[in-house]
Structures are given as C-alpha cells and as structure tokens.
C-alpha cells in the first residue's frame, strides 16, 4: 500500500484575512480614502483654473499671461488624476516623500500666482484691468479664488502627508520593538525547554556529613602501590638483521 506523500501547507486564508484587517492597514486606508476626496476637489479645481485660464488668454490676451496659472493647473491635473487611479488600482508605487515634494511645489507656486494675481487687479500700472468690463473683471476674480482654493488644498494634502509619514515611521519603530521583543521570548522559551533535559548538578541533602575529597594519590600510597609511570620502549622491528658469513 502506497503511503500518501506529504503535502506542503498553504498559506492560512484565515491569517491572510486577518492580515489585511490589522489596525495598521485600517489606519492607512482610512488615510488613502480621506486623501482621494482632497485629491478629487483639488482636481476641480485645477480643471477650473485651467479652463479659465485658457478662456481669459483667448478673450483678451493682455489681460492675463497664461504662465501664471496655466502650467500650474496642468501639473495639479495630472499629478491629482496620476495618483487617484493609482490609489484605485491599489497600487500604492508613488512614496510619501514625493507627495510632499509635489504638494510643496503646488500650494507654493499656487499662493505665490494668486497673490500677484490679487496685487495685479488691485494695482494695476497698465490699467488694462480697470479698461475690460465688469464680466472679464469678475472672471478675473474668479480665478484668483479658484487658485487660491487650489493652492490651500494642495496646502491640506501637504501637511496629511508630512503627519503620515510621521505616523509611519513610529509604526515602524513600534512594529520592529515587537518583533525584537518576540525574538527575545522565543530566545527565553528555547532556553528553558533545553534546560528541562539538562541534568542539574546533585545538591547533598543537608542532613548529611560532607564527604571528604578523594585523593587518588594518598590511596595509592596506602595500598603500597608505585604511581603509575609512563615507560617509553622501542618499537621492535619486523625483521631482525641477519649477519651473513
């Protein structure tokens, strides 16, 4: 009769499942989620500056230079969409520190074009503002509202990252303590089953005369027997040497 041959254990699905509901994980989906909802209205908002952008250069073209805004909202466009369908194809490939590298450059360059927008409008040397009707002037305004919105949920999505990553490095810290400190209990546990099979040293019983040291020389002396002494002797040789006639 052929004996079953041993199979090797798949992975637990129940573990697994246990894995993947961690507070760990919960901690960082909740994050991922609360993320995507800044990303897609800073993505509205990109859409709209841009837009906007596009249609004021078009309309009156010395009203507005489109360097401003236009290359901004591009760049919040595609990073924004870039790393919304990531996250919805649950491929977390771009890292926190490039979050923080783009969010910094976005909300900076954001605030810095609203505010010389703001300053354009209220003063302008040209009065090329105060020449257009009111509908472009309003358009105008809008747009520095859309930026600045942008600017401070970029500004938003900024410090989330800055405080996750923080996050991060103390569960890293805390996840590689647990893992030394379950090292070491493993270490004492693999100790004290040896010790368990180790004989220990006989203790004499206190009741009991301690027993003198034997001495085996002073034995040997009494029974009138010499010390042992190593006698060297030649080896014989196999043949013995033969005197010829």
């Given at each position: 009769m052929d004996k079953p041959s041993?199979?090797?254990p798949g992975p637990d699905p129940q573990q697994n499942e246990n894995w993947m509901d961690s507070p760990l994980i919960q901690l960082?989906?909740?994050?991922?989620?609360?993320?995507?909802?800044?990303?897609?209205?800073?993505l509205a908002f990109a859409v709209l500056t841009a837009a906007i952008t596009i249609?004021?250069?078009?309309?009156?073209?010395?009203?507005?230079?489109?360097?401003?805004?236009?290359?901004?909202?591009?760049?919040?466009?595609?990073?924004?969409?870039?790393?919304?369908?990531?996250?919805?194809?649950?491929?977390?490939?771009?890292?926190?520190?490039?979050?923080?590298?783009?969010?910094?450059?976005?909300?900076?360059?954001?605030?810095?074009?609203?505010?010389?927008?703001?300053?354009?409008?209220?003063?302008?040397?040209?009065?090329?503002?105060q020449g257009t009707s009111s509908s472009w002037r309003a358009v105008l305004n809008f747009l520095c509202a859309t930026t600045a919105i942008m600017s401070l949920l970029h500004f938003i999505l900024f410090i989330r990252a800055c405080l996750e990553t923080d996050r991060r490095k103390k569960d890293l810290r805390v996840r590689d303590l647990m893992?030394?400190?379950?090292?070491?209990?493993?270490?004492?546990?693999?100790?004290?089953?040896?010790?368990?099979?180790?004989?220990?040293?006989?203790?004499?019983?206190?009741?009991?005369?301690?027993?003198?040291e034997f001495d085996d020389k002073a034995a040997l002396a009494e029974l009138g027997v010499a010390e042992p002494q190593e006698i060297y002797t030649e080896p014989k040789p196999r043949m013995q040497p033969v005197e010829l006639p």
């Open positions: 041993p199979t090797t960082q989906r909740q994050w991922m989620a609360t993320n995507s909802k800044y990303q897609l209205a800073a249609a004021l250069w078009a309309g009156i073209p010395k009203l507005l230079d489109p360097a401003l805004t236009l290359p901004l909202g591009v760049v919040s466009i595609i990073w924004n969409a870039t790393d919304l369908i990531l996250v919805r194809m649950r491929e977390d490939k771009i890292k926190l520190k490039w979050h923080i590298a783009a969010y910094c450059i976005l909300w900076f360059g954001g605030f810095t074009s609203a505010g010389y927008q703001s300053y354009t409008i209220i003063k302008d040397p040209n009065s090329v503002v893992i030394a400190l379950s090292d070491r209990q493993e270490q004492q546990r693999m100790q004290s089953s040896w010790s368990a099979f180790t004989p220990s040293p006989v203790t004499p019983h206190p009741g009991l005369p301690d027993l003198p």
